[in-house]
C-alpha cells in the first residue's frame, strides 16, 4: 500500500472513531486518497458520503450537517483557489460556533514555493477564522508507527477543539494534508476501508510500496541520459512559453522568429501565434524516442508553463540548460531546474555572424525537424479527428479556434479544454487567448470571460468566446446573471458537456480497477440539460452535434450558450488512441 493510501485510511478512521457520521467531498485530483478512503467507509456503512461540484456548495453543506447535528463534518477539497472556496463558509461556522472541519489536500513541502500547477500557499490560509490550524507532514518510510500515533492525535485533537470540548468554544478547524504521488491506491479498491499495514500499528499488516517524489503512475519520466550523448555541437535551443501578459508573448514572438527557434507554446502565452510555434508540442516532448534523438540542450522558458507534464519532465532534465525569463516574481519552477532567472529577454540583435550567444552555430537540421515532426503529428491527429461525423470534445477544441474570426477574443477554461487546444489546435495568430492558469481553477471562468469580453470589445476587439466544460460552467452559473441595465458583452460560451469531471477518466482514477469508486468521487455526473439551464438563466443557447452546425452557432453571435454532448469514456479511449497516432507518426 503506497504512504498516500495508508495515511487516507488512517485519517478517515480516527475521524468516524472521533464521531464523525457525515462527510462532504470536491471533486479533485490531489485529493482522491482521502475521498476514495471516505467513499470506502461509505460502502462499509461507517459514514454517509455527500458529493458536491462546487466548493462553497460543499462547504456550507458541510456547515448545515454540522449546523443540525452538532457534530463535525469534514469538507474536502483539492488543492489551489477550491480551498478558497471554503472560507465563506469557515467564517459563518466561526461567528457561529458550528464544528467544520476544512481538510484541504495540498502538494508536499518539494513542490511548494516552485510554481508547481494549481499550487498557493494554503499554510494557514483561514487566519484567525478557525480555533486550531495544523499543516500535516507527508508519509515518510521508516516512521511508520511514530506517525500514525501523531496523525491520530492531531485528529482527535481537532475534533475536540472543533466542539469546543476544550474551551467550550466549538468552531471550525483547518486540517492541511500534503499528499505525494501515487495517489492512487495499487489493484482494486478493497472493501470496506481500514487501516492496513504499519500504519495501523500491526505488526502484521501488509507491505506497501513507495515512489520517490515525481515518480508517480502518471508522471512523465524525462528521457534516459543515453539521448544527450551523441548531441552534437551545435546549439539546440527551444523556446518554452507559459501563461503570460500579452507584450511579454510578443516579445517572445519576436525573439524565437528573429532566432529561428522553434517554440512550444501554451495557448494563453501570448506566443501562440509566432512563427515558430509548433503544434502539439507537448505529444512531440513525450513521444519517447523522436523526443530523445531531438532534445534540445537549452531551453528558453518564458512566462510560467504549467500545462503539460511532458513540458514539466523536460524542465526537470538535469541535462537540459534551463534559463528562466519572467517579469514575475512566482515563476515556475516544479523542478527547480532553472540554471538562472532573469527578467529581461535575450536582445535578438546578439546574434553576430549565425552564432548565438554562446557562440554556438544553430542547429539548423533541428530546427526543420521539429516543423517536419510538427506537421506528420498535425496530419494523424486531423486524419483520426476527422474520422468522426459527429463532434468531439477533442474536436471541438481544434475545430473551435480554427473558426474564430480575426480579432476574436477566446477565454478557455481549466482542466480539459485548455490541454485539448494545447495539444489539437492549430496555433494562430489575430486570435487573443486567455485562461486563468495563475493557479489553474475552474471557478470563475463565465464571470472572467465577461469582464474579458467587455474590456476587450470597450477597446475595439471583436467576438469574444469561451470554451469552459460542463462542471466549470455549472461552477459559475450565477456569472449568467447581469442585472438590469448591466453591459452584456458579445460573448458565445461553448461548452462540451459529459455530463461530470470527464478530465479523471484520462487520469488514474479512470483506471479500470477503481472503476468501483469513479462514479461517485470522481465522474461526479450532474444530469442536467445545460441548454434548459441557460435558458432559464436568460441566455440562448442551443445543443450541436455536427461540424457544421458548430460554425452556424458560433456565426450567430452571443450572449448564447452553445453545448457539445460527448462522452467521458469516449474521451479518454480517444486522448490514448491520439497519443498513439502521434507516435507512429514519428516513427
Given at each position: 500500500m503506497n504512504p498516500s493510501t495508508a495515511f487516507a485510511r488512517v485519517l478517515v478512521d480516527e475521524l468516524v472513531r472521533g464521531g464523525v457520521t457525515d462527510a462532504v467531498v470536491c471533486p479533485g485530483s490531489r485529493s482522491a486518497p482521502v475521498a476514495l478512503a471516505l467513499?470506502?467507509?461509505?460502502?462499509?456503512?461507517?459514514?454517509?458520503?455527500?458529493?458536491?461540484?462546487?466548493?462553497?456548495?460543499?462547504?456550507?453543506?458541510?456547515?448545515?450537517?454540522?449546523?443540525?447535528?452538532?457534530?463535525?463534518?469534514?469538507?474536502?477539497?483539492?488543492?489551489?483557489t477550491a480551498t478558497a472556496h471554503l472560507h465563506a463558509a469557515v467564517l459563518e461556522a466561526s461567528h457561529s460556533g458550528?464544528?467544520?472541519?476544512?481538510?484541504?489536500?495540498?502538494r508536499p513541502p518539494e513542490l511548494r514555493g516552485t510554481g508547481a500547477n494549481q499550487t498557493i500557499d494554503q499554510v494557514g490560509l483561514y487566519g484567525g477564522a478557525v480555533r486550531l490550524a495544523a499543516d500535516l507532514g507527508t508519509?515518510?518510510?521508516?516512521?511508520?508507527?511514530?506517525?500514525?500515533?501523531?496523525?491520530?492525535?492531531?485528529?482527535?485533537?481537532?475534533?475536540?477543539?472543533?466542539?469546543g470540548s476544550l474551551s467550550g468554544d466549538p468552531g471550525p478547524v483547518h486540517l492541511n494534508l500534503a499528499l505525494r504521488e501515487p495517489l492512487m491506491p495499487e489493484g482494486a479498491d478493497p472493501r470496506p476501508a481500514v487501516p492496513e499495514g504499519p500504519w495501523a500499528g500491526r505488526p502484521d499488516g501488509a507491505?506497501?510500496?513507495?515512489?520517490?517524489?515525481?515518480?508517480?503512475?502518471?508522471?512523465?519520466?524525462?528521457?534516459?541520459?543515453?539521448?544527450?550523448?551523441?548531441r552534437p555541437r551545435q546549439r539546440r535551443t527551444l523556446v518554452v512559453a507559459g501563461d503570460a501578459p500579452s507584450a511579454v508573448g510578443r516579445s517572445t514572438s519576436v525573439v524565437a522568429d528573429q532566432r529561428g527557434w522553434p517554440v512550444v507554446a501554451e495557448p494563453s502565452s501570448g506566443a501562440w501565434g509566432a512563427a515558430g510555434a509548433v503544434r502539439a508540442g507537448a505529444l512531440l516532448l513525450g513521444s519517447g524516442a523522436w523526443a530523445a534523438e531531438h532534445r534540445p540542450d537549452r531551453v528558453l522558458v518564458v512566462g510560467r508553463p504549467t500545462l503539460t507534464r511532458p513540458v514539466s519532465a523536460l524542465l526537470a532534465d538535469p541535462d537540459v540548460v534551463v534559463e528562466t525569463f519572467t517579469p514575475h516574481p512566482h515563476w515556475a519552477d516544479a523542478?527547480?531546474?532553472?540554471?538562472?532567472?532573469?527578467?529581461?529577454?535575450?536582445?535578438?540583435?546578439?546574434?553576430?555572424?549565425?552564432?548565438?550567444?554562446?557562440?554556438?552555430?544553430?542547429?539548423?537540421?533541428?530546427?526543420?525537424?521539429?516543423?517536419?515532426?510538427?506537421?506528420?503529428?498535425?496530419?494523424?491527429?486531423?486524419?483520426?479527428?476527422?474520422?468522426?461525423?459527429?463532434?468531439?470534445?477533442?474536436?471541438?477544441?481544434?475545430?473551435?479556434?480554427?473558426?474564430?474570426?480575426?480579432?476574436a477574443l477566446l477565454v478557455v477554461g481549466s482542466s480539459n479544454p485548455i490541454r485539448d487546444v494545447d495539444r489539437l489546435a492549430v496555433p494562430?495568430?489575430?486570435?487573443?487567448?486567455?485562461?486563468?492558469?495563475?493557479?489553474?481553477?475552474?471557478?470563475?471562468?463565465?464571470?472572467?470571460?465577461?469582464?474579458?469580453?467587455?474590456?476587450?470589445?470597450?477597446?475595439?476587439?471583436?467576438?469574444?468566446?469561451?470554451?469552459?466544460?460542463?462542471?466549470?460552467?455549472?461552477?459559475?452559473?450565477?456569472?449568467?446573471?447581469?442585472?438590469?441595465?448591466?453591459?452584456?458583452?458579445?460573448?458565445?460560451?461553448?461548452?462540451?458537456?459529459?455530463?461530470?469531471?470527464?478530465?479523471f477518466a484520462q487520469l488514474e482514477p479512470g483506471r479500470s480497477e477503481h472503476a468501483a469508486s469513479y462514479r461517485r468521487v470522481f465522474g461526479t455526473p450532474h444530469g442536467r440539460d445545460l441548454v434548459a439551464v441557460a435558458r432559464s438563466l436568460g441566455w440562448a443557447a442551443t445543443a450541436v452535434g455536427e461540424p457544421g452546425q458548430l460554425v452556424a452557432a458560433l456565426r450567430a453571435g452571443g450572449p448564447r450558450v452553445v453545448v457539445v454532448r460527448t462522452d467521458q469514456r469516449a474521451e479518454a479511449e480517444l486522448a490514448v488512441r491520439l497519443g498513439r497516432l502521434a507516435a507512429d507518426a514519428l516513427g
Open positions: 467513499h470506502q467507509a461509505e460502502l462499509s456503512g461507517r459514514l454517509r458520503l455527500h458529493v458536491r461540484i462546487d466548493e462553497r456548495t460543499g462547504a456550507f453543506l458541510a456547515l448545515g450537517l454540522a449546523k443540525a447535528s452538532g457534530r463535525p463534518v469534514p469538507v474536502l477539497t483539492t488543492s489551489g458550528v464544528p467544520l472541519l476544512a481538510l484541504t489536500a495540498d508519509p515518510e518510510v521508516g516512521r511508520e508507527a511514530q506517525q500514525n500515533r501523531y496523525w491520530r492525535s492531531l485528529v482527535a485533537r481537532a475534533l475536540l477543539v472543533a466542539r507491505a506497501w510500496t513507495t515512489a520517490a517524489p515525481g515518480t508517480g503512475p502518471m508522471t512523465t519520466t524525462p528521457l534516459p541520459p543515453s539521448a544527450t550523448t551523441t523542478g527547480r531546474g532553472s540554471a538562472s532567472v532573469s527578467g529581461v529577454l535575450p536582445d535578438p540583435g546578439a546574434a553576430l555572424g549565425g552564432l548565438d550567444s554562446s557562440g554556438h552555430r544553430p542547429a539548423e537540421g533541428w530546427v526543420q525537424a521539429w516543423a517536419t515532426a510538427s506537421q506528420r503529428v498535425g496530419a494523424a491527429l486531423d486524419a483520426e479527428l476527422d474520422a468522426a461525423p459527429r463532434l468531439t470534445a477533442a474536436r471541438l477544441a481544434r475545430d473551435l479556434v480554427a473558426a474564430l474570426p480575426a480579432g494562430r495568430a489575430g486570435l487573443t487567448v486567455l485562461a486563468n492558469r495563475g493557479v489553474a481553477g475552474i471557478d470563475g471562468t463565465i464571470s472572467t470571460a465577461i469582464g474579458a469580453a467587455l474590456a476587450h470589445q470597450g477597446a475595439g476587439g471583436g467576438p469574444a468566446f469561451a470554451l469552459m466544460g460542463d462542471l466549470t460552467f455549472l461552477h459559475d452559473l450565477t456569472g449568467l446573471l447581469t442585472g438590469d441595465g448591466e453591459p452584456v458583452p458579445d460573448l458565445t460560451v461553448v461548452v462540451p458537456d459529459n455530463d461530470g469531471g470527464g478530465i
